[in-house]
């Protein structure tokens, strides 16, 4: 793990990039990366995302800024911005379901090419998709899913890069953080080496390629 | 009495205690209001967790603490807390005992449409396709009509959440089952008739001898 300014790590990002955010409707997002971006104005997203939080929270700053050109999210119901710009075609847009997003993260980062899974079947998620049997019940296949950044955001991180999430702001972002190329990570906190006890580590610290100093 | 509350305190009567339980939002939030002191029910929050707890007083709302739509919630004694791929393993693994979800339709054969209406509201289904799959008892908290047009439909015309069909419909005239396979009228809301609620409903129902009223 690298310490860095948030302006090095987001400079690392070029514009089209394929970018994971964690976090739900804004809660468990790395604000400070997310304000780097549009600050940096990186263009052309493909942003994968469980929602589209509201305007002006988490990832609605990107479509405030309308730098998202695809997404993949499960629900963008709670921001307008972002549904006006599905409409007018602005954004190509994947909705998939909740438990299919995160089985499909979870493949990308552990090597998997994807999973079965019943949800969707019978139903418009299906369309496409491959219909596998077993034991005589149907299943989709769903495909594996990484991004070239990860942006996580953590409780603790300690020196080395180990996290710790809290409450519900841990949701997606330790999936996430295996899923990806490079991981950048936010903490609300950074604490000496220890602090975390092993057991209590969620996101082990040779998974963070980048942690975000502290200001 | 309103209808929501209607609604929400005939569904409240379907928890048992152990059981863990799934409320969407709108209506089926409004459950948590009814269920009594002793009864234990583990409340999911598919954001990950466990316990969720009223909201909290003024002042006291942590930003890390919210349920899935955001709000600031609480965290009960005993409460746990855990990742997405955890909290859908819940859902689509059959460890939900109960999931409560509002409906736009429900037809005769119980399927629900619950998550787009195509060109008009396509907010994306969230979670409710894999708690429809997943959750051992689907009850569907909806009004029985909307401006006029019968919830109940012979046919969903809205696209389906899942082939799996819903085991309970609660409204604020009936209580709809569908344990044969055929929309079944269980039970009246106080007040109201067979005759009335028959005529508001597009799907035939199958009317047994007796049709109690709803208990509250």
Known sequence: ?215 | MDPQIIIARRVARELHSGDLVNLGIGIPTLVANYVPADLKVFFQSENGLIGTGPIPEQGMAHPLLTDAGGRPISALPGAATFDSAMSFGLIRGGHVDVTVLGGLQVDADGHLANWMIPGKMVPGMGGAMDLVSGARRVIVAMQHAAKGKSKIVAKCSLPLTSTRPVDLVVTDLAVIGFAGGKATLMETAPGVSVAEVMAVTEADLTIPGTVPEMKL
């Open chain 1, 1 to 215: 793990m690298n310490p860095v300014s948030v302006e090095e790590a987001v400079a690392m990002i070029p514009s089209g990039a394929s970018i994971m955010v964690g976090g739900f409707m804004g809660v468990g997002t790395p604000e400070r990366l997310l304000d780097e971006v549009v600050r940096q104005q990186k263009t052309g997203l493909t942003l994968i995302s469980n929602d589209a939080a509201t305007p002006g929270k988490g990832v609605g700053k990107l479509f405030d800024a309308a730098l998202v050109s695809r997404l993949t999210a499960t629900h963008i119901g709670l921001n307008p911005k972002a549904q006006q710009q599905m409409l007018a075609n602005q954004i190509a847009v994947d909705l998939i379901p909740q438990g299919t997003f995160v089985e499909r993260i979870r493949a990308g980062g552990c090597g998997l090419g994807g999973v079965l899974t019943p949800t969707g079947v019978g139903t418009l998620v299906a369309d496409g998709k491959r219909l596998i049997e077993v034991d005589g019940k149907s299943f989709l296949l769903e495909t594996a899913l990484r991004a070239q950044f990860a942006l996580v955001h953590a409780f603790l991180a300690d020196y080395l890069g180990n996290l710790t999430y809290a409450l519900t702001a841990r949701n997606f972002n330790p999936v996430m953080a295996m899923a990806a190329e490079t991981v950048i990570v936010t903490a609300e906190h950074i604490v000496p080496v220890g602090v975390i006890a092993p057991d209590h580590v969620v996101t082990p610290a040779p998974l963070v390629d980048y942690l975000i100093a502290n200001g």
